[in-house]
């Protein structure tokens, strides 16, 4: 069977592992990346060949190549929502990877989601386009994810909610129930959302204190306590 043929648009880390999980667990045929020309690399430093953005209808019509953006959060994901505009306006399939160890009990979800391995979307969840859905998050059952979100790895979103776009939630962050979070957020790892977020708004857990002691006082302190 004949695969199908695919570029990855980035260089960066989600990149490398799109093109891994796309060869391994998909039947596409990752082709090459693509990147705007300004940022093409030295052929000796990349280990896949990468192509011109500004050319790249020539190269690779969107007849025969589909195209999954694969960039970071920078920018609370604003340059991968331009990046999906501008790939979108030249016509091009944009697909989902959704990992094989995932548990998805919706079918309501859009285009070039990027779902991890053991993540799981419940029942009545509705899932726009461009997030990164990270591995062992949770999607609660009747939760809408709007679109160019990151979700962190182990992230539990409670049912009923809904997610604006452009928003950051970091790994094991949790949302209660019924809530709703606006626009351009940025909820840093391991926070408690109990109530509803406007936009442009920042929460961050604050991080655990270090002693201000040495290792070898606290193996002292065990070793006497076994």
Do not use: W
Not at 93 to 104: F, G, L
Not at 179 to 193: A, H
């Amino acid at each position: 069977m004949n695969k199908r043929q695919l570029l990855i648009f980035g260089l960066g880390d989600i990149a490398e592992v799109a093109h891994d999980c796309f060869e391994s667990d998909t039947d596409y045929e990752v082709i090459g990346h693509v990147v705007h020309e300004k940022y093409m690399p030295n052929k000796h430093q990349i280990e896949f060949e990468v192509f011109p953005f500004e050319n790249i209808g020539l190269t690779h019509p969107c007849n025969e190549y589909s195209i999954f953006i694969a960039l970071g959060y920078k920018n609370l994901n604003y340059n991968k929502k331009l990046i999906y505009n501008l790939v979108k306006e030249k016509g091009y399939c944009t697909p989902n990877y959704i990992h094989s160890n995932a548990v998805i009990m919706t079918d309501k979800i859009g285009e070039n989601n990027f779902v991890l391995e053991n993540a799981v979307i419940q029942a009545r969840a509705t899932i726009g386009n461009n997030n990164l859905i990270g591995a062992q998050s949770l999607i609660g059952h009747h939760s809408e994810i709007k679109n160019h979100n990151y979700i962190g790895s182990t992230a539990c979103l409670c049912g009923h909610n809904k997610i604006g776009s452009l928003n950051f939630v970091g790994s094991k962050s949790v949302t209660a129930g019924h809530v709703t979070i606006g626009d351009s957020n940025y909820i840093g790892p391991s926070c408690k959302v109990f109530n509803n977020l406007n936009n442009d708004e920042v929460l961050i857990e604050r991080s655990t204190d270090a002693l201000n002691t040495n290792y070898n006082k606290i193996q002292n302190v065990l070793l006497k306590s076994m």
